[in-house]
Nanobody, 112 residues
């Protein structure tokens, strides 16, 4: 059974940083790409960024380029989303996804 579990969300002031984690189980992590999505209140879920299976290539939404970084430690079956210089518009529930499976999400709130 594949499970993805996000953690690391919270409340942060504008300009602050958070690192989200996505712990996978029941999946050979290094075989599959990993995606991070977010959903703001009242908005559709949007793709934040994608990592290739071994992490050699990443792509990001224009809105987070230069501020967010995806990394992964396949030996720990874990992917990360480092978020710097956070803005209020980054507020939302953040999800990781791989091969059609989704985590439960972790809330990120950026507010002063």
């Amino acid at each position: 059974q594949v499970q993805l579990v996000e953690s690391g969300g919270g409340l942060v002031q504008p300009g602050g940083s958070l690192r989200l984690s996505c712990q996978g189980s029941g999946i050979i992590f290094s075989t599959y790409g990993m995606h991070w999505y977010r959903q703001a209140p009242g908005k559709q879920r949007e793709l934040v960024g994608t990592s290739t299976p071994r992490g050699g290539s990443t792509n990001y939404a224009d809105s987070v380029k230069g501020r967010f970084t995806i990394s992964r430690d396949n030996s720990k079956n874990t992917a990360y989303l480092q978020m710097n210089n956070l803005k209020p518009e980054d507020t939302g529930v953040y999800y990781c996804s791989s091969i059609g499976y989704w985590g439960q999400g972790t809330q990120v709130t950026v507010s002063s």
